[in-house]
């Protein structure tokens, strides 16, 4: 059964920052890349960043030099370090593998909200 566990959301001003964690399960974590995806209301979810099973990283435009995905294979984890936050980062966040198709399982995400 796919499992996949985001924590660590919250409320903070523009410039602060928030550490997103994902816990997923096995399977999905050990035998694909990984990545965060976030929605804003009113919005179509998007691709936030990605890591591949040996650490290689994409951001889209929008987060670079101010996002930082990682993941641990021992703990089949994956983290979303968010500094210099925008209120155009306000989205729920969610965790998936890279890339996902129609069918696939998603989690219950976590709220992140970015006041001016």
């Known amino acids: 059964q796919v499992q996949l566990v985001e924590s660590g959301g919250g409320s903070v001003q523009a410039g602060g920052s928030l550490r997103l964690s994902c816990a997923a399960s096995?399977?999905?974590?050990?035998?694909?890349?990984m990545a965060w995806y976030r929605q804003a209301p009113g919005k179509a979810r998007d691709i936030v960043a990605s890591?591949?099973?040996?650490?290689?990283?994409w951001y889209a435009e929008s987060v670079k030099g101010r996002f930082t995905i990682s993941r641990d294979n021992a703990k089949n984890t994956v983290s979303l370090q968010m500094n210099s936050l925008k209120p155009d980062d306000t989205a729920v966040y969610y965790c998936?593998?890279?890339?996902?198709?129609?069918?696939?399982?998603w989690g219950q995400g976590t709220q992140v909200t970015v006041s001016s």
């Open positions: 998936n593998k890279f890339p996902t198709s129609l069918s696939d399982y």
């Open positions: 096995g399977r999905t974590f050990s035998q694909n890349s």
């Open positions: 890591i591949t099973l040996r650490g290689r990283t």
